[in-house]
């Protein structure tokens, strides 16, 4: 079983930044994608960015190119997601997600991974 803990989040002014982490308890990190997502409230969980095993491929949601990038440290065993020009419509939980996938394209639905951390609230004011 995995473990995956988010931080990072919290208050920020629009136009600020936030950087998030996820720290994994495994020592095989190596051997998994790992995707971000978020839930604002009364809205459906949706796809923000997304990165394979290696860290050679990346995926984002249109809505955040340009303003966030996600990456990773597997000697660290933890992934990254900077935000940057944070907007008030970013508010949501944040989540990261992880399975094991060595496709060099990271999944981008939910249903693709199989572990999942408690989320990190980001609230930025406008």
């Known amino acids: 079983q995995v473990q995956l803990v988010e931080s990072g989040g919290g208050l920020v002014q629009a136009g600020g930044s936030l950087r998030l982490s996820c720290a994994a308890s495994?020592?095989?990190?190596?051997?998994?994608?790992m995707v971000w997502f978020r839930q604002a409230p009364g809205k459906e969980r949706e796809f923000v960015a997304a990165i394979t095993w290696s860290g050679g491929n990346t995926q984002y949601a249109d809505f955040v190119k340009g303003r966030f990038a996600i990456s990773r440290d597997n000697d660290k065993n933890t992934g990254y997601l900077r935000m940057n020009s944070l907007k008030p419509e970013d508010t949501a939980v944040y989540y990261c997600a992880a399975s094991v996938s060595f496709g060099t394209v990271p999944p981008t639905t939910p249903v693709a991974y199989k572990y999942w951390g408690h989320g990190t609230q980001v609230t930025v004011s406008s």
């Open positions: 495994t020592r095989t990190f190596t051997t998994y994608a």
